[in-house]
């Protein structure tokens, strides 16, 4: 089942915050969150494991609830080169590197 | 370090024609091997899932195969190809005995099927 990611665009002025969430009905093992700037490949950002479990690095940074069945991505005074589709990747049944990626959330910072 | 590629990086096909995408890792052995395919503004779909040489996990069923011949060698095949298999067709990897991971993902093929 595919997670849902909300906002499905969101639109910035350099230095303006975000949230990208990502939700599913039904507790997951692991999230993962890539970027993709059009036409390229995705790029990893980083990957929750346990409930209650915050990370970041630089000012990207992302939660998962303690039911484990939402995650959030948290972009802080956003960059120009932020600007790209955001996906959240979930692994469910312990399905271990098997993900099921969510429609994404495309994100546009303007100068 | 590790590099992964793929080929070609853009397609045309006929509907019909066969299919033959190659994906190579270099600089790492035993890698997982992953096949996703991304249609036109939308997610993510993974296809096919290789822990090793000839285990291959099918996520979707389809007019498409994959096969893993060598140990860094990944291949995504179709014997005919459909309109709706069009879109930007990605090889990934991560390490290799490890769950849960980082996945690399290569520069994709762009498939267009007329």
């Known amino acids: 089942q595919q997670p849902v990611q909300s906002p499905q665009a969101v639109i910035l002025r350099e230095g303006e915050d975000a949230v990208i969430n990502c939700s599913s009905s039904?507790?997951?093992?692991?999230v993962h969150w890539y970027r993709q700037k059009h036409g390229e490949a995705p790029v990893f950002l980083m990957i929750?494991?346990?409930?209650?479990e915050q990370k970041g690095h630089d000012k990207i940074s992302a939660s998962f609830n303690e039911k484990k069945q939402q995650s959030s991505l948290y972009l802080t005074a956003s960059q120009l080169s932020y600007s790209g589709t955001y996906f959240c990747g979930t692994e469910r049944n312990n399905a271990g590197n098997m993900l099921t990626f969510g429609g994404g959330t495309r994100l546009m910072v303007k100068p | 370090s590790q590099t992964i590629h793929q080929w070609p990086a853009t397609l045309v096909q006929p509907v019909g024609s066969p299919l033959s995408l190659e994906c190579t890792v270099e600089g790492t052995s035993n890698p997982n091997l992953y096949w996703y395919r991304q249609a036109a503004g939308r997610g993510l779909q993974l296809l096919f899932y290789?822990?090793?040489?000839?285990?291959i996990s099918s996520e979707v069923p389809q007019n498409l195969s994959a096969s893993r011949p060598q140990d860094r060698q990944f291949i995504l095949s179709s014997k005919k190809l459909l309109l709706s298999d069009s879109g930007f067709y990605l090889c990934?990897?991560?390490?290799?005995?490890?769950?849960?991971?980082?996945?690399?993902f290569g520069p994709g093929t762009r498939l267009t099927v007329l």
């Open positions: 929750l494991l346990k409930g209650g």
């Open positions: 039904k507790a997951l093992y692991s």
């Open positions: 990934a990897w991560s390490k290799p005995l490890r769950n849960r991971d980082e996945q690399f």
């Open positions: 290789s822990v090793g040489i000839g285990q």
